[in-house]
Each structure stands twice: as C-alpha cells, then as structure tokens.
C-alpha cells in the first residue's frame, strides 16, 4: 500500500529565515506531488504540483519554491519567510486518476 | 461569487442520527466531486469521489451530487463519535487543481 510522509510535524520560525519542508512517498511509481496550505479560516490552496522529477508548476505567485530532486520526494522551499506563509502544509500524490488526491500528515508552519 | 461554497458549521448531532452536508458550487464545469474527512490537526482523508449525477454508496456514507442545482451532498448514517471532523467537498474543473471548501465540523454526541 501507498505511504505519503511529511516532516518535521511541526516548526516555529523567525521571519526572515528560510524554510525546507520534505515530502516522500512509498509504494508507488511516477506519483502526482501537490503542496496544499490550509491557512485558518480558508480553504486548501494549491501551490505547486509536479508530474516528473524536476517538472514542478506554481499555481500561486510567491516566495515559496518547490523542487522533486527524486521521483517519490518533494521538497517546499523558502529563502525568507513571512509572517503571511504560517499555516498548515499538506503534501498530497495521486496517480493517473489526478482527482483522486492523497494527503500526508501535514507540516504546522508557525512564523513569529 | 466564491467558486464552492459550504456551511463552516458547527453541525451537532446525536450517535445514531443521519448526517447530511452539503455544498454549492457556481462553475457548472465542474467533472469530479470529492468527499474528505479531517480530524483535527490531520491531513485530510478521502471519503469518496463521484464523477456524474446521482448516488454513490460506501458503507455508511453515501455521496450525491446533482450537477443541475449545482449541490452534492454527503449523507452518514447512524453516525457515530468517532465520525466528529470537519469534512471538506473538493470539485475538479481541469487541469491539477482541486477546488475545496472551507469545511463544515461536525460534532456527533454519545
């Protein structure tokens, strides 16, 4: 069966200083990554989604990054946080059927 | 005229009631409706995802969408407490992208 894992669980950041939020899945091939912020009170907005290694598209302008070094790993980035970027990070794949979305346990992003 | 919309709730029930939750949704293109569960500081889980018209039944859960009122429902019977999240609809135009609501949470009470 499919595993999606994130880490860390949770982190309390400075602003100004950078991010890196890891993503990996287990048991399947060519995944579909999405990155997904869930800010309090709105919806999930997606960020970036990837189809391929190095294939990575942005849905929403920003200071955040995102890169898939590996076919089962992707990684969310920023060189200087913002207050504006807490919230929660969800990592999600999917595989041909792409409606069909599977999230990982999240990243809870606090920026002080 | 935001493109999904759902009651934040909170929805409070009895254990065995029938829970019905519900969203509208305005862009009639629309192709695929989902259905996801989220305990409180968890990643969402898919419940169920329906293509056309009509029911979809799992179990206790039962998915209906009805593209001419632009409205899908979920319906649980004899819900139980361990049923209480906050459930999120998410409609796929095209493309990558789902379209989610902000959720309602739902409480159900022994």
């Known amino acids: 069966s499919q595993t999606i894992h994130q880490w860390p669980a949770t982190l309390v950041q400075p602003v100004g200083s950078p991010l890196s939020l890891e993503c990996t899945v287990e048991?399947?091939?060519?995944?579909?990554l999405y990155w997904y912020r869930q800010a309090a009170g709105r919806g999930l907005q997606l960020l970036f989604y990837?189809?391929?290694?190095?294939?990575i598209s942005s849905e929403v302008p920003q200071n955040l990054s995102a890169s898939r070094p590996q076919d089962r790993q992707f990684i969310l980035s920023s060189k200087k946080l913002l207050l504006s970027d807490s919230g929660f990070y969800l990592c999600?794949?999917?595989?041909?059927?792409?409606?069909?979305?599977?999230f990982g346990p999240g990243t809870r992003l606090t920026v002080t | 005229q935001k493109e999904v919309e759902q009651d934040p709730g909170p929805l409070s029930v009895p254990e065995g009631a029938i829970v019905s939750l519900n969203c509208t949704y305005s862009?009639?293109?629309?192709?695929?409706f989902m259905w996801y569960r989220q305990y409180s500081r968890k990643g969402p889980e898919l419940l169920m995802y329906t293509y056309s018209s009509g029911n979809k039944e799992d179990g206790r859960f039962t998915a209906q969408v009805d593209k001419s009122s632009k409205y899908i429902s979920l319906f649980i019977r004899d819900s139980q407490p361990s049923d209480s999240a906050t459930y999120l609809c998410?409609?796929?135009?095209?493309?990558?992208?789902?379209?989610f609501g902000k959720g309602t949470s739902l409480l159900v009470t022994p």
């Open positions: 048991g399947t091939s060519n995944p579909n």
């Open positions: 990837s189809v391929g290694i190095g294939q």
């Open positions: 998410a409609m796929r135009l095209s493309g990558y992208a789902l379209n």
């Open positions: 862009n009639s293109a629309f192709q695929y």
């Open positions: 999600a794949w999917s595989g041909t059927r792409d409606y069909e979305q599977y």
